[in-house]
């Protein structure tokens, strides 16, 4: 008959009972994840959200890089700056979900992003 001292081992057990646990928790959370994800879809779409965007990048834009070459007289970040602004402002033009959409807004993003960087280190 097998003896019934505890094993040298029962502290795996503990650890086998718990990663069970987080088993199940990332089970049910991935399963509310997707329905949530789903529900707001529809709500990432909205064009609201792209406009919303857009004045925004142009409000902080403007501000940030128009007092950069204030400050510093450079103006190039300006000029990068702006000519992402106006990708993503014409992206918005374009049919969306389209390739063609989704390339001018990214890559006006990057610009704009690069025109901020460019910014930043003028002031260096």
Not at 12 to 41: N, Q
């Amino acid at each position: 008959m097998a003896s019934l001292s505890p094993s040298r081992f029962t502290h795996l057990d503990g650890w086998a009972i718990g990663l069970s646990g987080l088993c199940v928790l990332h089970c049910l959370a991935t399963a509310v994840a997707i329905g949530l994800l789903s529900s707001f879809a529809g709500l990432l779409e909205a064009p609201i959200i792209h406009e919303g965007g857009l004045a925004l990048a142009i409000l902080l834009g403007g501000l940030a890089l128009g007092n950069g070459a204030r400050k510093h007289g450079m103006l190039l970040p300006v000029a990068v700056g702006a000519l992402g602004l106006g990708m993503m402002a014409g992206s918005l033009s374009l049919p969306h979900g389209t390739s063609g959409e989704i390339a001018y807004s990214v890559l006006g993003v990057l610009l704009l992003a690069f025109g901020h960087e460019l910014n930043r280190r003028a002031y260096w």
